[in-house]
């Protein structure tokens, strides 16, 4: 069975998002629980690559580093005041039930416009996962 994505959490995601997720079993690290608070964009990118987790953020700073060709494993970005927590829950929710390990090393997800699309490298082939509205940009294929 493939492994399930894990996601490493900004210091600006509420605490009770991980908390809900951590309930229903899905790996979270947050930015407090590695004593990671206040270190640069770069880092916290480079940390959750190397870790190989799924960045959750409200910065749109990681955006701006994934297109300028910073590595990572993942980056899942929501507007900071656009939804509720329990939105917020419900969409990582569906993009954790619809990914694995492998294909956040591998694909893109475009999330925006209150749908989830899978795409297979280079934004090809889209699929429709569901309906949320979060922005997860997902490291493709060297190739």
């Known amino acids: ?17 991980a908390h809900a997720l951590r309930q229903r079993g899905i790996n979270v690290l947050t930015a407090q629980d590695a004593g990671r608070c206040g270190l640069p964009d770069t880092d916290q990118l480079q940390f ?65 416009s209150e749908h989830v699309y899978w795409c297979t490298a280079c934004w090809t082939a889209p699929q429709w996962l569901g309906r949320v509205d979060i922005q997860v940009a997902l490291q493709p294929e060297e190739g």
């Open 1 to 17: 069975m493939p492994e399930k994505v894990q996601f490493y959490f900004d210091e600006h995601i509420p605490s009770a998002v």
């Open 48 to 112: 959750a690559a190397e870790q190989g987790r799924l960045l959750v953020t409200f910065d749109t700073d990681y955006l701006a580093l994934a297109a300028e060709g910073m590595g990572h494993a993942g980056i899942a970005y929501c507007h900071p005041t656009k939804y509720s927590i329990g939105q917020l829950i419900q969409s990582l929710l569906l993009v954790h039930s619809m990914l694995d390990r492998a294909a956040v090393a591998a694909d893109w997800v475009l999330c925006g």
